[in-house]
């Protein structure tokens, strides 16, 4: 498994006693040789921009493979570097963005990245529509759009593997996480926390369908050896 942006940041990882541990601490959790321009606090847009929001430490990528299933989709998908990191464990995603980073038009959350994966450029809903019978990922939906929410409305599907900030946070809209929180449409059935950018608070929930059977675990072979929460770098690099 190659995971570029775990390896560019494992070395910084420190324990922040409120939030766990956490990538760019401020105050004591500085790396306090080098300059605060160069910590890693202020260099997290740069690692949002070349790779993706949420750090792809291994015992979230376990988790993210546990309950994704073989088949997902990724409507959000920015540069696509979590479908490739799927992909890679064998995973059959379907990526796209409203405006990919290697495509015609800006992407203000990437400006200078590159797409890990092909990412089809495409609205979110159109997407989802077409994909009914994959799991959705639902990444980071921009704070105050209508658009998460329009995706999990026009998604018919059985399972949603959630990854964000919560709804004090900076994802999303309230309309959208009362929908997820609709105990007559879904169930919030695991749960994770990932290692963090210090100042976010990204979250990892799974819902499922209500009146729909859980589904089968995944076959084990496929992502044995990718990580275990381990906190060492994997091998390999891009």
């Given amino acids: ?43 997290r847009r740069e690692f949002v921009a070349k790779f993706a929001w949420t750090i792809s430490d291994p015992a979230t990528l376990d988790f993210v493979l546990e309950h994704c299933g073989q088949r997902v989709v990724d409507p959000m998908a920015g540069t696509g570097y979590w479908a490739w990191l799927l992909t890679q464990a064998g995973r059959d995603v379907v990526a796209s963005d409203v405006s990919p980073p290697a495509g015609g038009t800006q992407n203000n959350w990437h400006v200078g990245g590159k797409c890990f994966v092909d990412v089809e450029a495409a609205d979110a809903v159109h997407t989802v529509a077409k994909y009914p019978d994959r799991t959705l990922l ?13 995706t999990v409305r026009a998604y018919s599907g059985d399972r949603i593997l959630y990854v964000g900030e919560d709804d004090d946070g900076c994802c999303g809209t309230e309309a959208m996480f009362k929908m ?13 926390r990932p290692i963090q950018w210090s100042g976010l608070h990204d979250d990892v929930a799974v819902y499922q369908r209500v009146g729909l059977a859980p589904r089968r675990a995944n076959p084990p072979d496929l992502t044995r050896g990718i990580g275990n929460g ?7 690099g891009r």
């Fill in 180 to 192: 997820l929180d609709n105990e007559k449409l879904w169930t919030r059935v695991a749960g994770h």
């Fill in 230 to 236: 381990s906190l060492l770098p994997t091998t390999g």
């Fill in 138 to 150: 639902l990444m980071w939906p921009p704070y105050s759009d209508l658009i998460g929410e329009r």
């Fill in 1 to 43: 498994m190659t995971n570029p942006y775990w390896d560019e940041v494992v070395d910084h990882v420190t324990d922040d006693r409120l939030y766990g541990l956490v990538v760019g601490g401020l105050g004591p959790l500085r790396d306090q040789t080098r300059p605060i321009e160069e910590s890693m606090c202020y260099r």
